[in-house]
Structure formats: structure tokens, C-alpha cells
């Protein structure tokens, strides 16, 4: 038998004063048990963080890694409890996560946002 799972990428951003967005290249994917998916976030503006979430029906929302716009240094998310199945990546504007031996567990939406710093008030939206 012949097993799939849906894989469903979608972005999300809080665009502020400083016009930060995300742009990503598809609304949904489609792969095949054991392969391995790359997500992409174009981000215009300089937002501090770059977050990827996971959401599955019925759950709340699980962060699963951030990377920060300066570094391109990725942080997992240690609460995640499949977070050694995912990385991240920054190449120039794009911000990848990374699915690696898809299973059964990966399905569901994934949504990258960002952090944005207001200079004014020393405050962070998400």
C-alpha cells in the first residue's frame, strides 16, 4: 500500500512601520512517506526572528525552530516532540524549514512569521 500525507504550508506576518512581509512559493505541498520537504519564506524588511509553527487540527500551534534574520543561525524548538526531524536554513532572503523522512506525524499546516522590533516602544508583535 501506497501512503501519502499532506503537507500544507502557509505564511503569516504582522507588517508594521518598517513594511516587513513574507511571500511564500506555495500554498500546498503533497509528499510521500520517507521523502523530504523544503518550505520557503521570502521576507522583505529586517524582522529580528523568523518563526516556523506547526498546526494540526484540534491542537494548539507548536513552534517548531527560529531563525534569526542577522545570523541566519537556526534555534529548534526543544518542546517539539519530533524537532530532530526538522532544520532550518537562511539563503539570502529565503528562510527554509526543512522536513526530513516524512511521516504520518508531519501532516498538517505550517505557518512561518516573524518577529518585527518596534524602535519606539521596545516591544515585539508575533
Known sequence: MFLETGVILL???LVTEAQTALQQDAIS????????VIFKCTVTGSPSYIHWYQ??????FKRVLYISYNT???TKDNDHPQNADFSGEKS???Y???ISN???IHAGTYYCACW???RDTNAVDY
Do not use: D, F, N
Request: overall charge positive; charged content about 30%.
Open 96 to 98: 527554509k524549514l526543512k
Open 11 to 13: 505564511s503569516v506576518c
Open 72 to 74: 541566519g543561525s537556526t
Open 55 to 60: 498546526k494540526k487540527e484540534g491542537e494548539p
Open 29 to 36: 505541498l503533497t509528499k510521500s512517506i520517507g521523502k523530504s
Open 102 to 104: 516524512i511521516k504520518m
Open 116 to 118: 518585527v522590533y518596534h
Open 92 to 94: 539570502g532572503g529565503a
